[in-house]
């Protein structure tokens, strides 16, 4: 479960994971990936400068007129997560917190729009990022995935080089393809089943 607000300049999205703090912070080191897992987020350009400086370009589709960005990213370390700065836009800065809870630990993701003088944000509100709870909600679910399968080297081989380069209409229609597949191949052995049963 996850819950978020939004108060004055400032909105978060927080939810449970089952991962324990410590594998929860390592698992948040890989910066990309964690962009990436954002359904809401196409991705053109990420160059690491070195593992606290990226440059970030792609398109924002959470609003209902997407939006070009590109930045440049510094991540800074915390005491209980970490916090990225943007050089330029309207959102200053992301900061992921991460804390124990009685399963696992818990996640929080505050944005905070704080750059721009308050009568300049008004000019702005069309880049204002409106990703923040489905990216919480894909982040769980991706959490819950990794915790049950990530032993496997397959499977992490897959989400790295296959369903993380992907765009959000790609993974949607590979998984409705897995799906149809599944479900012939479900149709295809009940009816050997049948014919077995009826003329073995």
């Known amino acids: 479960m996850g819950e978020s607000a939004t108060i004055e300049d400032v909105a978060w999205?927080?939810?449970?994971?089952?991962?324990?703090v410590s594998a929860l912070n390592e698992f948040c080191t890989d910066i990309e990936r964690?962009?990436?897992?954002?359904?809401?987020l196409e991705f053109e350009l990420w160059?690491?400068?070195?593992?606290?400086?990226?440059?970030?370009?792609?398109?924002n589709i959470s609003q209902e007129q997407p939006f070009d960005?590109?930045?440049?990213?510094?991540?800074?370390?915390?005491?209980?997560?970490?916090?990225?700065?943007y050089d330029k836009g309207i959102k200053s800065s992301t900061t992921f917190t991460i804390e124990p809870a009685p399963q696992?630990?818990?996640?929080?993701?505050?944005?905070?729009?704080?750059?721009?003088?308050?009568?300049?944000?008004?000019?702005?509100?069309?880049?204002?990022?409106?990703?923040?709870?489905?990216?919480?909600?894909?982040?769980?679910?991706?959490?819950?995935?990794?915790?049950?399968?990530s032993r496997?080297?397959?499977w992490r081989w897959y989400m790295r080089r296959v369903w993380q380069p992907m765009?959000?209409?790609?993974?949607?229609?590979?998984?409705?393809l897995l799906?149809?597949?599944a479900a012939e191949i479900a149709l295809i052995a009940l009816g050997a089943a049948i014919y077995f049963i009826e003329y073995a």
């Open 152 to 154: 496997f080297r397959l």
């Open 47 to 59: 160059d690491s400068r070195d593992e606290n400086h990226f440059t970030f370009a792609g398109r």
């Open 34 to 40: 964690l962009f990436r897992i954002n359904p809401m």
């Open 104 to 149: 696992g630990s818990k996640l929080t993701i505050t944005d905070s729009y704080e750059r721009l003088p308050p009568e300049e944000r008004s000019t702005h509100i069309h880049e204002v990022d409106k990703s923040l709870v489905l990216w919480s909600q894909y982040l769980q679910q991706y959490l819950v995935n990794w915790q049950r399968w």
């Open 13 to 20: 999205a927080s939810t449970n994971t089952p991962l324990t």
């Open 179 to 181: 799906w149809i597949s």
């Open 167 to 176: 765009k959000p209409a790609g993974r949607r229609i590979t998984y409705m």
């Open 69 to 85: 960005f590109q930045f440049e990213l510094s991540v800074r370390k915390l005491g209980n997560g970490f916090r990225i700065d």
